[in-house]
């Protein structure tokens, strides 16, 4: 399955894949995921100011070989298991780094698997 979801990503006309745990929407392939919130560190929690776009664990972009990005996907839909049970595929092309490591926030991303 894992090689399947790369291929269709490289075939695409998209740039970034990455993974996104998200237990509160019950997206299907082809939704356009929701914006992601700013974090109130001090308080813990998100604020209601959009950052722009969707959070994800960054798995690569189309310029990185197949089998790596294979290889990555596997490690991140593992690591992202803490975030939530319910895990989706998604891409795009407009992005930014957030703050955390490997995160990324890719505007319009588009929900390719729902694992």
């Not at 490690?75 to 995160?103: L, M, P, S, T, W």
Request: net charge negative; with cysteine.
């Amino acid at each position: 399955m894992l090689k399947k979801i790369v291929e269709n990503f490289l075939n695409s006309n998209e740039t970034y894949l990455a993974i996104r745990a998200d237990d509160e929407n019950n997206y299907q392939v082809g939704d356009i995921c929701k914006d992601s919130f700013e974090w109130d560190y001090e308080n813990d929690c998100p604020t209601e100011e959009s950052i722009g776009g969707t959070c994800g664990t960054l798995v690569g972009d189309k310029w990185q070989d197949e089998e790596e990005l294979i290889e990555k996907l596997e490690k991140i839909i593992q690591f992202n298991k803490r975030y939530g049970k319910q895990q989706y595929v998604i891409a795009g092309d407009k992005h930014d780094f957030g703050a955390d490591e490997d995160e990324i926030i890719i505007e319009c991303a588009t929900v390719l698997y729902k694992l």
